[in-house]
T-cell receptor, first 111, second 117 residues
Framework: AQSVAQPEDQVNVAEGNPLTVKCTYS??????LFWYVQYPNRGLQFLLK??????LVKGSYGFEAEFNKSQTSFHLKKPSALVSDSALYFC?????????FGSGTKLNVKP | GAVVSQHPSRVICKSGTSVKIECRSL??????MFWYRQFPKQSLMLMAT?????????EQGVEKDKFLINHASLTLSTLTVTSAHPEDSSFYIC?????????????FGPGTRLLVL
């Protein structure tokens, strides 16, 4: 069975500080891993993905994520948070032509 | 980039009525579209895979007769919530894959907020 876990319902960080949103996964085979962001009453926007290659993936809006196979993790990071980064973030696994989403983490960036 | 639209963006209906939600790929043809449901503060749950010209494939636990899916053309899939009840109130999101992109590249619609009174 495929599953994605986001252990934190909410992450609070001050503007300018680094942020990390955690994600771990359990899949059969090699995973395709994704991060999406969702603003209120909006659909999902693609941030980045890992398919193969370099474990550090750089995406939109200055976000990056590190694939760690031994820890089965794919944490989302940004060196310096912006207030406008406040949103709901979803980690997802693509496997067998389907997406499996984590429960989401609400990121609050305070000025 | 590819664009997926949904209509309506928000709908309020009375209990017992049926509601149709449209998902359109605006600048590409999508042989496969996906329908998700999202409860407040929860993740997206895949409801069904909509295949152009054939029957939809429903996920376990999703009532086929309750959530009717029609994918009559390469740019349009519809989800009809039949005899809606308050527990059907949710945020419904569709996604589509562009044939010009790899399969895992999904384009998500903006979602439809359904409120059943």
């Amino acid at each position: 069975a495929q599953s994605v876990a986001q252990p934190e319902d909410q992450v609070n960080v001050a503007e300018g500080n680094p942020l990390t949103v955690k994600c771990t996964y359990s899949v059969s085979g090699n995973p395709y891993l994704f991060w999406y962001v969702q603003y209120p009453n909006r659909g999902l926007q693609f941030l980045l993905k890992y398919i193969t290659g370099d474990n550090l993936v750089k995406g939109s809006y200055g976000f990056e994520a590190e694939f760690n196979k031994s820890q089965t993790s794919f944490h989302l990071k940004k060196p310096s948070a912006l207030v406008s980064d406040s949103a709901l973030y979803f980690c997802a696994v693509y496997n067998f032509n389907k997406f499996y989403f984590g429960s989401g983490t609400k990121l609050n960036v305070k000025p | 980039g590819a664009v997926v639209s949904q209509h309506p963006s928000r709908v309020i209906c009375k209990s017992g009525t049926s509601v149709k939600i449209e998902c359109r790929s605006l600048d590409f043809q999508a042989t496969t579209m996906f329908w998700y449901r999202q409860f407040p503060k929860q993740s997206l749950m895949l409801m069904a895979t909509s295949n152009e010209g054939s029957k939809a494939t429903y996920e376990q636990g999703v009532e086929k007769d309750k959530f009717l899916i029609n994918h009559a053309s390469l740019t349009l899939s519809t989800l009809t919530v039949t005899s809606a009840h308050p527990e059907d109130s949710s945020f419904y999101i569709c996604s589509a894959n562009s044939p010009a992109s790899v399969a895992e590249t999904q384009y998500f619609g903006p979602g439809t907020r359904l409120l059943v009174l």
